[in-house]
């Protein structure tokens, strides 16, 4: 019944994305962020952003969208809606103060993830996303789990340059072929930093066993793309604003774009071949 | 229980590594710690209980190594010709080192306790526990399984945004 429940509110998804890491801190959720973003800027598209990240929240913050709060309807919950097309959900949102720790085991993080899939009044959707929080564990089991009822077109995997992070990442992408999530691509943030003033490049993170592109050979999948420190982006991101918007020249906003680009038409050519096999 | 209290017996001083966030340095400054720590005389173990994510067996040139059995537990690696740091981690356990461990908390819980009765320490002045990032399963288990022994305190690591 539980099942039959998720469908049907899941039915209006037409794309969804996971963005995963095995490791914290190299950028996923500002990823999902700038994702949604780049998605939303075509006014046709509805996007739907979902943040599992249950202990640490960073997609309010991120989206600009601190100390709102979920309203109930007759119909669910309403997502928080920063634009008319993008509207987001996120635990962050439930808490009375925002330094609230979250401190639940996995069962009790499980329920809220089947809430946040059952409860929330999504509406017709052109792309949720859905941001993690870095390991192998209840949110990723769960959240793989409970989308089976809808389908997941893939996982972007995102890791930083060393090896450090690419060890973990590794078994993330063994953890995507066990659970048999598609991998859509890995995107390798804080690939060198360009300094503004001498122009200079430097290896702030040294790919020091290949980096992302050796490990991407190695293991078959796509690497979408190469995305450079910048400054900036943090900036962004703390002041909840756009990356993409207040720095469109950025040798950054032009990977990410790039990145986004590809996963749209990852996500397009998967709907018109399954169009074609039905 | 005994078994439990005694395989702690011998250490000093349990210095717990902690962050919200993840990617801050928990890790790194857990190893720096260490290394630091030995370089100051003291007898030092590292316990990584990131069972999703351990770092600290390549951090320390040692994620070759396995783990070994003795009569009061398991043996922890040691690091280095001179067994200057012990090192307890899941990276050790795994047949794989790219296997990612796809566990829920309740297995997670069962294997930190381990971790925490059954670890032949010996003598420690210090030993520091590493930590995933999150408030969750591994952080309840891990000050839960610690709370009757040496606990000195937390080190919370951050980074500036």
Same mark, same amino acid.
């Given at each position: 019944a539980e099942a039959v429940e998720l469908r049907a509110r899941l039915r209006a998804v037409r794309h969804t994305v996971l963005v995963l890491s095995g490791? $914290?801190?190299?950028?996923k959720s500002t990823f999902s962020a700038l994702l949604a973003h780049g998605l939303a800027a075509d006014e046709t598209k509805q996007v739907a952003l979902l943040d599992? *990240?249950?202990?640490?929240?960073s997609i309010p913050k991120i989206m600009g969208l601190e100390g709102e709060q979920v309203h109930q309807s007759g119909s669910g919950w309403s997502p928080v809606y920063v634009e008319e097309n993008l509207g987001v959900m996120s635990v962050g949102f439930l808490l009375?103060?925002? *330094? +609230?720790?979250?401190? =639940?085991r996995g069962p009790k993080k499980n329920g809220l993830i089947k809430q946040f899939l059952r409860d929330? *009044? =999504? $509406?017709?959707? +052109?792309y949720l996303i859905v941001d993690t929080p870095p390991g192998t564990s209840d949110e990723h089991l769960s959240i793989v789990q409970y989308l089976s009822a809808t389908r997941i077109d893939g996982a972007v995997i995102v890791t930083t340059p060393q090896e450090v992070s690419l060890q973990d990442v590794r078994k993330e992408i063994n953890f995507c072929r066990k659970v048999k999530l598609p991998i859509i691509g890995v995107v390798e943030n804080m690939s060198g930093f360009v300094c503004p003033k001498c122009k200079n490049e430097s290896q702030?993170?040294?790919?020091?066993?290949? $980096?992302a592109e050796k490990m991407c050979q190695n293991l078959s999948v796509s690497l979408l793309g190469k995305v450079p420190l910048d400054p900036q982006i943090g900036k962004s991101c703390d002041r909840g604003q756009s990356f993409l918007a207040e720095a469109p020249e950025s040798p950054a906003t032009l990977s990410y774009r790039n990145i986004i680009q590809r996963i749209q038409e990852y996500c397009e050519q998967h709907h018109l071949q399954e169009e074609k096999i039905m | 229980s005994p078994a439990e209290r005694a395989n702690l017996a011998g250490v000093r001083h349990i210095v717990l590594v902690l962050s #919200?966030? #993840? #990617?801050?340095g928990k890790s790194t400054l857990s190893t720096e710690l260490a290394l630091a720590l030995w370089h100051a005389g003291k007898r030092v173990g590292i316990l990584d209980?990131?069972?999703? #994510?351990?770092?600290?067996p390549r951090m320390l040139r040692v994620q070759d190594s396995a783990v070994h059995q003795c009569d009061s537990g398991w043996v922890p690696v040691f690091v280095g010709q001179d067994k200057a740091i012990a090192l307890m981690s899941i990276g050790f356990l795994l047949? &794989?080192?790219?296997?990612?461990?796809? @566990? &829920?908390?309740p297995k997670k819980n069962a294997l930190i306790k381990q971790f925490v009765s059954d670890v032949? @320490?010996?003598?420690?002045d210090f030993l520091i526990v590493d930590t995933p990032p999150g408030t969750s399963d591994e952080h309840i288990s891990t000050v839960e399984a610690l &709370?009757?022994?040496?606990?000195l305190g937390a080190v919370l690591v951050t980074t500036p945004q």
């Open positions: 490791k $914290g801190g190299v950028g599992i *990240d249950i202990c640490g929240p009375s103060s925002p *330094d +609230d720790a979250v401190i =639940w929330v *009044d =999504w $509406g017709e959707v +052109d702030i993170f040294p790919p020091t066993t290949g $980096g | #919200g966030k #993840g #990617g801050v209980v990131d069972l999703c #994510g351990p770092s600290i047949e &794989r080192p790219d296997d990612a461990v796809v @566990w &829920r908390g032949a @320490w010996g003598e420690l &709370r009757p022994h040496q606990l």
